[in-house]
């Protein structure tokens, strides 16, 4: 029987692959009654909450609140670190980025009443 192997690095790196492919988005739906769903999502930008509501609520949604906070890395390190950084490709990247966001969802639209059929007059 003919086994398939795997190097011993990709047997490490494949589930922190799989894992850093699942979504960061974080969905807690607050209102199941009704035709209207309501949901509060948590990751890191607004866009990427706002994709997800769009794939929650097919028919629209409406954004009751929405928030992010966006902060970098702090600039105070003497400059021979800053440039050693930049050297090494240690980039000042955002390190706390959050955001928020609460939707309700928008409900089908209302099919159109079918059209009558001519009643049959009789004579």
Same mark, same amino acid.
Do not use: F
């Given at each position: 029987?003919? *086994?398939?192997?795997? +190097? @011993? !690095?990709?047997?490490?790196?494949?589930?922190? /692959?799989?894992?850093?492919?699942? &979504?960061?988005?974080?969905? *807690?739906?607050?209102?199941?009654?009704? @035709?209207?769903? /309501?949901?509060?999502?948590? =990751?890191?930008?607004? %866009?990427?909450?706002?994709?997800? /509501? *769009?794939?929650?609520?097919? +028919?629209? +949604?409406? #954004?009751?609140?929405?928030?992010?906070?966006?902060?970098?890395?702090?600039?105070?390190?003497?400059? @021979? !670190?800053?440039?050693?950084?930049?050297?090494? =490709?240690?980039?000042?990247?955002? #390190?706390?980025?959050? &955001?928020?966001? %609460? !939707?309700?969802?928008?409900?089908?639209?209302? $099919?159109?009443? &079918?059209?009558? &059929?001519?009643? %049959? $007059? $009789?004579?």
């Amino acid at each position: 029987m003919n *086994r398939l192997r795997l +190097h @011993p !690095v990709l047997t490490a790196a494949l589930p922190l /692959a799989i894992l850093m492919g699942c &979504a960061t988005v974080q969905v *807690r739906r607050v209102a199941m009654e009704g @035709p209207e769903s /309501a949901y509060e999502l948590e =990751g890191t930008s607004i %866009a990427e909450l706002d994709n997800e /509501a *769009r794939r929650l609520c097919p +028919h629209g +949604h409406d #954004t009751r609140r929405q928030w992010q906070n966006y902060q970098r890395l702090a600039n105070d390190q003497l400059y @021979p !670190v800053r440039l050693w950084d930049r050297i090494t =490709g240690n980039l000042n990247t955002p #390190t706390n980025s959050k &955001a928020q966001m %609460a !939707v309700i969802c928008k409900p089908a639209p209302a $099919s159109p009443p &079918a059209p009558m &059929a001519p009643s %049959a $007059s $009789s004579p």
